[in-house]
């Protein structure tokens, strides 16, 4: 028996090769450079024993005997741990599915098996742990506001990799987790949704990685009252603005990103979202701000390249913030701040100062029992760098 769960995956698509010459080395080609075991490995360390991966093959489609006309019809005929292979000769597929058993479910082409809502509520639901998904292009939810999805997931320890996610309703969302946790959503592509490319509620310790989003209504991503999750190595661009920290959204690391061509701003950080960690990004070309912060404290940012905003990086009524190494390049304003205190500004790279000084930031309080009364006020990076840092993204 094969080692590893990606090893398993490709010996049942070698069972089914006689059923359609040269499906095999396509899916084969998909799964690899789709990185799909990086994202085996990333949740092996916390699967059973009994892997999803070891029981039956069905298939959905294609020419071979007994094989399924409808995809909801091979899950309920699943047991836990069987693959199901959908083959994109009846694509689109026009269902709204519910997967509630423990499944690898594998199209034989992103680009061209096709699952298709119809117009109707969310696409696919996913309410079971430990389920796999790749190979789809998933599209045309229901539109009811800020409800439909094109997937949905209620549960834990799922994979989603590798699939096109695109064109959801008006004010519905790409991907929406839901008090889910472990999950791994990796080499996506999420565009022109018709809210935020992927939304996570009330969720701790998914990774968000290497996807490619853009041009959705409003966010890339948001995290609302989510803490401890990874956002890491994704391109995000012409969003209305990129990632969106909701009030409550704690202990998160956002790092090696590219954001950029957003007419609001490169990231927001907002209410009592505090002890984020945001490293080794690339903010650039986003219209109004870099950064905004609003009502956090201890928030970290190391590392990164703001450039080309309107404001680098603006802060109101937050407190102990540390901006340390980063590069703020040609912004119309490079920093401000309103109201926020305690916040530090160490050894970052500022393309507008003289180098033997320290480099000022200016900023206002008020009065806090009269807000009219506003005094300018300066915070100091008393030792900026002479050169700027090599982000590396």
Known sequence: MPSHPIELIWGKLMIKYSCKMGVTFAVFFLLISLNNIQAVENLEKDMPSSSIFEGNTLYVGGLGPNNYTRIQDAIDNASDGDTIFVYDDSSPYYENLVINTQISLIGEDRNTTIIDGNGIGDVVIVSRDMVFISGFSVKNNGDIPMVDALIKIFSNRNTIVGNIISHSANYTVGIYLNKSSHNYIGNNCIFENGNEGIFIEDSTNNTIEKNEIFNNVHCAIVLSNSSNNVIINNNMYENHATISLWPGSSYNEIAWNTMYNHEWDGMGIWEESNFNYIHNNQF??????????????GNM??????????????????????????????????????????NRWINNYWDDHLRFLPKRIDGVVCLPWDTSIIFKWMNFDWRPAKEPYDIGV
């Open 284 to 297: 650039y070309d986003n219209v109004l701000w870099g950064i905004k912060i609003t009502s956090a404290k």
């Open 301 to 342: 940012f190391y590392h990164n390249s703001i450039s080309v905003s309107d404001m680098g990086i603006f802060l109101k009524n937050s407190h102990f913030t540390k901006i340390k190494y980063n590069n703020f390049i040609d912004c119309n304003c490079h920093a401000s701040f309103e109201n926020s205190s305690f």
